[in-house]
């Protein structure tokens, strides 16, 4: 089955530790995405990826980082510089037709971080 | 800042009846629209895709789309209280990343 796959599903924070989320898709699409998604807020976009190697910010950049080194996956990396990393995280791909996203995304199921 | 606006209810409509979710965008040159349904502690599930004005009919589902009036609505007909949930609408233009609205809260009363 052709999917995105995010783990852990629950993560647990010291204070001054990073964490990486993992994110892998099968679905041959070019692009890759990370949402943060806070109680009864919409999504908000951290970090994406059009092509293997580059990467671009997002909304909410600051503390995170990221990387591609294959189409396959791309991980983030919550860093002690984040203050308040207690969300639930989401990973997108999709695809495009010439400049545009078509299809919209897919998601995988998220991680659910929280500081302790 | 491209925005994406949504009352966030929450919206509460009898069983069977219409419920009607309306979403409004601020940048003009917008070109593909989606509507995400989203259960409690569950990631986005996209629902419907609309690309030009006017009406796309999926079962239950009709999104609408004006341009114009930069207005992309979402009718679910015969709500089911497994509808319950939030509505998120989305917003993309060229290959620049969607933009999300914060959700409308749709509750179907049995």
């Known amino acids: 089955d052709g999917g995105i796959t995010q783990s852990p599903k629950y993560l647990f924070r010291k204070e001054g530790q990073n964490v990486t989320l993992s994110c892998e898709q099968n679905?041959?699409?070019?692009?890759m995405y990370w949402y943060r998604q806070d109680p009864g807020q919409g999504l908000r976009l951290i970090y994406y990826?059009?092509?293997?190697?580059?990467?671009q910010k997002g909304d909410i950049a600051e503390g995170y980082s990221v990387s591609r080194e294959k189409k396959e996956s791309f991980p983030l990396t919550v860093t002690s510089a984040q203050k308040n990393p207690t969300a639930f995280y989401l990973c997108?791909?999709?695809?495009?037709?010439?400049?545009?996203?078509?299809?919209?995304?897919?998601f995988g199921s998220g991680t659910r971080l929280t500081v302790v | 800042q491209k925005e994406v606006e949504q009352n966030s209810g929450p919206l509460s409509v009898p069983e069977g009846a219409i419920a009607s979710l309306n979403c409004t965008y601020s940048?003009?040159?917008?070109?593909?629209f989606f509507w995400y349904r989203q259960y409690s502690g569950k990631s986005p599930e996209l629902i419907m895709s609309?690309?030009?004005?006017g009406d796309k009919e999926d079962g239950r589902f009709t999104a609408q789309l004006n341009k114009a009036s930069q207005y992309v609505s979402l009718l679910i007909r015969d709500s089911q209280p497994s509808d319950s949930a939030t509505y998120l609408c989305?917003?993309?233009?060229?290959?620049?990343?969607?933009?999300f609205g914060k959700g409308t809260r749709l509750s179907v009363i049995a």
């Open positions: 997108a791909s999709s695809s495009y037709i010439g400049q545009t996203v078509v299809y919209g995304y897919t």
């Open positions: 679905l041959n699409h070019d692009a």
């Open positions: 990826s059009q092509i293997v190697n580059d990467f």
């Open positions: 940048d003009r040159g917008s070109q593909s």
């Open positions: 609309i690309y030009s004005n």
């Open positions: 989305a917003v993309i233009s060229g290959n620049t990343p969607l933009v």
